[in-house]
T-cell receptor, first 114, second 115 residues
Framework: KNQVEQSPQSLIILEGKNCTLQ??????????LRWYKQDTGRGPVSLTI?????NTKSNGRYTATLDADTKQSSLHITASQLSDSASYIC?????????????FGRGTQLTVWP | EADIYQTPRYLVIGTGKKITLECSQT?????MYWYQQDPGMELHLIHY???????EKGDLSSESTVSRIRTEHFPLTLESARPSHTSQYLC??????????????FGPGTRLTVT
């Protein structure tokens, strides 16, 4: 069964600190992995997309890593800001259909305190 | 910011009412999607469309229906709302292209509460 598991479920950090969020997946055949940021009451916004040949990608203070062999990904946030408070969702796409089906994790709820 | 819009943003309605959730995109994307999301849970695909006059059911069974008469418009209808339909509904769109990196753009969502 294609699944995406994220940890931790929730995380509280102080402003300015770094943090790392984890994602494990069993989706096969693998096409790409994305990290989305979802603010409360809003739709998800894409942060990074990585194919199996990419093992790291950065977007400002966000750096995602991918290990396609172990089927693990991480999202590292540097020098956190209050605006980083959101749910971070790991999404994996398969190559099994023309739709490119997306499999969503439940997200990590990050809270940044001043 | 993606050019995909949903209305209403919030809706509180009584049981048995018919409702239509609107979704429009101005990016010319051929593929559109509806997802359902409960608090703290993952998004579930309930409907999708490859293009005009094409609609398919997603992974999660839903009593809602959709239509795609125009490329930019993908409304979702509930003929008789029930409390079990209370949820957040997210619309998304993407363009046909490289399946390895196509991007799905999400609307802001409609928070539906059925009393």
């Amino acid at each position: 069964k294609n699944q995406v598991e994220q940890s931790p479920q929730s995380l509280i950090i102080l402003e300015g600190k770094n943090c790392t969020l984890q994602c494990n997946y069993t989706v096969s055949p693998f096409s790409n992995l994305r990290w989305y940021k979802q603010d409360t009451g809003r739709g998800p916004v894409s942060l990074t997309i990585m194919t199996f040949s990419e093992n790291t990608k950065s977007n400002g203070r966000y750096t995602a890593t991918l290990d396609a062999d172990t089927k693990q990904s991480s999202l590292h946030i540097t020098a956190s800001q209050l605006s980083d408070s959101a749910s971070y969702i790991c999404v994996v796409s398969d190559r099994g259909s023309t739709l490119g089906r997306l499999y969503f994790g439940r997200g990590t709820q990050l809270t940044v305190w001043p | 910011e993606a050019d995909i819009y949903q209305t209403p943003r919030y809706l509180v309605i009584g049981t048995g009412k018919k409702i239509t959730l609107e979704c429009s995109q101005t990016m010319g994307h051929d593929k559109m999607y509806w997802y359902q999301q409960d608090p703290g849970m993952e998004l579930h695909l309930i409907h999708y469309s490859y293009g005009v006059n094409s609609t398919e059911k997603g992974d999660l069974s839903s009593e809602s229906t959709v239509s795609r008469i125009r490329t930019e418009h993908f409304p979702l209808t509930l003929e008789s709302a029930r409390p079990s339909h209370t949820s957040q509904y997210l619309c998304a769109s993407s363009k046909t292209g490289d399946l390895n990196t196509y991007e799905q753009y999400f609307g802001p969502g409609t928070r539906l509460t059925v009393t």
